[in-house]
């Protein structure tokens, strides 16, 4: 028994045979996994995994990768286009501080990871939580990868309406999840300029605002 937590010793949330992801893939016949380690398994796991892979000039060559995996997620626009508004968020986030953000105060469309449930059922869940709306019709878009290169994390994409009679509660987060969330309600003009000029910094956000503007509900 080596004793490694998320191995073959339950971590703190009871997970084993982390390791064990990526041994199984087939669909790339360029690419074979040979040793997956377990870096660290608090909330999130840290792998590196060791693969050959053949390239465009056929040769095969050992690569090393670093994985974070934190979950799949989902995030959702909700739209009023009678009073063209949009409903988003405003949160601390402390990657984002230590990289760059003068404050580390992020306007974002609601989102969390999907933590056993379908995608829908999580968007739905968050949306009532942060924002205090219970959403009705949602439009599914693409599912995207956010940063490819190091997270393996997929986020699901959606859009729906809401009116003011949709809001059930302020929003705001859990308390005792530590989560301390203002709920903003811009109209969608000005949502689009800040993605637009950078007060909008976030990547999913600027993406659904985009595509309301472009393909959605706002589109001319």
């Known amino acids: 028994m ?10 703190a949330r009871g997970r084993t045979g982390l390791d064990r992801a990526g041994r ?17 398994s608090s909330w999130y796991v840290n792998r590196r995994t060791t693969f050959e892979r053949r390239g465009r000039d056929g040769a095969w060559r050992t690569e090393q990768r670093e994985t974070h995996d ?41 989102a969390g ?31 995207l990868f956010m940063s490819p290169g190091s997270v393996t994390e997929r986020l699901a994409f959606f859009a729906g309406p809401y009116t003011p009679a949709d809001r059930v509660s302020a929003g705001g987060g859990l308390a005792e999840e530590g989560e301390d969330i203002e709920v903003l309600e811009l109209p969608f003009a000005e949502a689009l300029a800040m993605a637009g000029d950078g ?14 503007a472009l393909r959605g509900p706002f589109r001319a």
């Open 199 to 212: 007060r909008i910094a976030d990547a999913k956000t600027v993406l659904l605002l985009q595509w309301a």
């Open 24 to 40: 199984d893939l087939t669909g790339n016949p360029d690419v074979v996994v040979r040793e997956v380690e377990v870096l660290s």
């Open 70 to 110: 934190r979950g799949n997620g989902a995030t959702v626009l909700l739209y009023d286009t009678a009073r063209r508004t949009v409903l988003l968020t405003r949160q601390f986030r402390f990657p984002a501080y230590v990289n760059g953000s003068p404050d580390g105060m992020l306007v974002e469309t609601a």
């Open 113 to 143: 990871l999907l933590d056993e449930q379908d995608a829908e059922a999580a968007v739905r869940r968050e949306a009532e939580e942060e924002l205090g709306v219970t959403v009705g019709a949602l439009t599914r878009l693409p599912d």
């Open 2 to 11: 080596s004793g490694v937590l998320g191995v073959d010793v339950p971590d």
